[in-house]
């Protein structure tokens, strides 16, 4: 018998139709279900496209059949044979389900042993994900997971076809390059041979892509893998990957053209779905003020409501002594199920926060006469009252919630409450499929600490808006930058800006943060350096390819759709990595361990010194 290896496949498991019967076809893939029913053998066999149902019986053939009572789940099969209508036996829940096949021939390419995770319950799947993770190469054939893959796959294919038609060239930059501090926190790579000197991991193509720009290139991009040695979580990964780009003669206006017809293009060809552009702008301010967040869900309302002018002169200390006052109305429809419980709930929620709560959460209800029913509502004036309903526009049943505390502490956590009210009054459905994209522009240029100085929101290189070069000089901290975020769905999916190309304008940023001109050389003397020779004005974005394959699959975690991820301690269970480094290894790098702090002596911890 000629293998059907050598004969080859004639169909994937997720192509056959009703107008395929009568046809001879060679199905290769898995064993996903196997049920004998009183003399014929039924398989489920499926590959990356689909399943299809394959029956086995001594009347087809009695070699075949034979064989089928081996098989197993996970099996590696091949099978030739006819394909039949199911007739009132179809499956309408199964693209193929409309026919099977009548195998005359099956041969089996390997064999598995019984699968420490289930492939074939891939929609109630309850294994834990460590022991997915050991077994990543299984869990990867589960349906859902290929499906996101193939995804992730006609991402990468239709961004690239789409960058080409726009004149953007595919180049490449180094993964090892020069260590600059001050970023995001860097893998280190030592050099064998340079004795105690290090690569650094980038964590993005930056300053390679602006030289390209000086190099004359005009339009770039890049699918590229970035590093960064964070603590992780759901959406961050020690390695990710991002479509970098950056275009000369660049103003925002121009980048905004080459994404949105790339978001729209990648929309449209892989799910089907017409993105209307030109895509909404808001400024960081407009964003800020009215979602607490510069990167804001706007599928539903919740916006914050200004209060600080209406409560000045209240009477209710806790409002007129707080720098900033604003609230959130939630209408009488979704008011429901904020109980008095339920109040008591968010206010340890809103004292709770990670990075620094409110005091607490004031708050309020509109009764069905219209009256003002809150805890301090006898501490404050009846005009107070009408001034805060007026201002919000409140109607009977109406909830209102208030935060009275410093500027970022209202917005942090408003911005955390809305997103909580979101989820426990379900207003947007989980299988709710809507895109709400969103430019937020003009962020300020700097941040300050809390010791006065400024940083750098975006990087060094970020330009100023050109109406306001003179606030460099006179009050640097109200300047905002060209930069923009790309928002979709309350996430971060772009970000980039025009950069610096003026020497005098770079080096007054320098100055404003800090950064003397010989730390300026030692940090980025090759960029500066390929400056002084003519640099057109550009500028760029970078989107986060994990992120926006997870928001187009519905997945809930960037892990499902990298193909090989990392635990949130950073290791690979499959490979069971990070290892350590035998004794000649290290000593062809120069480098010698020393114990860790608090290790016992003798103990195997270890920590590495050049």
Not at 245 to 267: D, G, H, Q
Not at 286 to 305: I, Q, T
Request: glycine share 8%.
């Amino acid at each position: 018998m000629t293998s059907l290896l050598v004969t080859g496949r004639t169909h994937s498991c997720g192509a056959l139709r009703a107008d395929h019967v009568g046809n001879d076809v060679v199905l290769l893939g898995w064993v996903h279900r196997r049920r004998d029913h009183g003399g014929r053998i039924f398989v489920d066999l499926r590959d990356r496209e689909g399943l299809t149902q394959v029956v086995f019986g001594p009347d087809i053939d009695a070699a075949a059949h034979e064989a089928a009572d081996k098989l197993r789940s996970e099996f590696c099969i091949g099978i030739a044979g006819k394909v039949i209508a199911r007739g009132d036996n179809a499956n309408p829940n199964l693209p193929t389900g409309a026919i099977e096949i009548e195998a005359s021939t099956l041969e089996i390419f390997s064999q598995a042993d019984t699968p420490p995770i289930s492939v074939a319950d891939d929609d109630r799947i309850d294994t834990g994900e460590n022991l997915r993770l050991r077994y990543r190469y299984l869990d990867l054939r589960r349906p859902s997971l290929q499906k996101n893959f193939i995804t992730r796959s006609k991402i990468a294919f239709v961004t690239r076809r789409t960058m080409t038609e726009q004149g953007f060239l595919e180049l490449e930059t180094p993964y090892m390059v020069k260590y600059t501090p001050g970023g995001a926190r860097n893998f280190l790579v030592p050099s064998r041979l340079n004795p105690g000197t290090f690569y650094a991991l980038a964590e993005s193509p930056q300053i390679f892509k602006q030289l390209f720009m000086v190099a004359g290139f005009d339009r770039y991009f890049q699918i590229t893998r970035c590093f960064r040695d964070e603590d992780l979580r759901n959406d961050r990964q020690p390695e990710f990957t991002q479509i970098d780009v950056e275009l000369s003669f660049a103003t925002p206006e121009r980048v905004f053209e080459v994404m949105e017809r790339l978001v729209a293009n990648l929309w449209r060809e892989v799910l089907g779905v017409e993105i209307p552009t030109p895509l909404p702008r808001l400024s960081w301010a407009e964003a800020m003020g009215r979602y607490g967040s510069d990167k804001p869900d706007r599928r539903f309302g919740l916006e914050l409501v200004e209060l600080t002018a209406q409560v000045a002169g209240s009477g209710f200390r806790v409002f007129e002594q707080a720098a900033c006052v604003k609230g959130i109305t939630v209408p009488a429809a979704h008011a429901a199920p904020l109980t008095r419980s339920q109040l008591d709930k968010l206010t340890d929620f809103v004292k709770k926060r990670e990075n620094g709560g409110a005091k607490g959460l004031a708050w309020a209800r509109i009764g069905d006469d219209g009256s003002f029913v809150a805890p301090f509502a006898k501490s404050m004036s009846e005009a107070a009252h009408k001034a805060i309903v007026a201002q919000m526009g409140a109607q009977p049943g109406d909830v209102l919630l208030f935060i009275a505390d410093t500027w970022h502490t209202v917005h942090q956590v408003l911005c955390a409450l809305r997103l909580e009210l979101r989820d426990l009054l379900q207003l947007v459905p989980a299988d709710a499929r809507r895109w709400e994209f969103l430019w937020v522009t003009d962020f300020p240029l700097f941040e300050q600490r809390d010791d006065g100085t400024l940083v750098a929101a975006h990087h060094p290189f970020t330009s100023p808006r050109t109406d306001q070069l003179e606030l460099l000089h006179s009050d640097p901290g109200k300047v905002l930058a060209q930069a923009y975020d790309l928002v979709l769905n309350g996430n971060e999916i772009g970000g980039g800006s025009i950069r610096i190309h003026r020497s005098d304008v770079q080096a007054r940023v320098f100055e404003i943060l800090g950064l003397s001109q010989a730390a300026a050389q030692q940090k980025f003397g090759f960029l500066l350096e390929a400056f002084k020779y003519g640099p057109p004005p550009h500028g760029g974005i970078a989107l986060g390819l994990d992120r926006i394959a997870m928001l187009m699959t519905g997945a809930t975690s960037l892990r499902d759709v990298i193909a090989y991820p990392k635990t949130q301690k950073g290791q690979d269970l499959m490979t069971l990595c990070p290892t350590p480094a035998d004794d000649a290894q290290l000593e062809e790098l120069f480098i010698r361990l020393r114990p860790l702090p608090g290790a016992k002596e003798g103990g195997e911890s270890t920590e590495p010194s050049a």
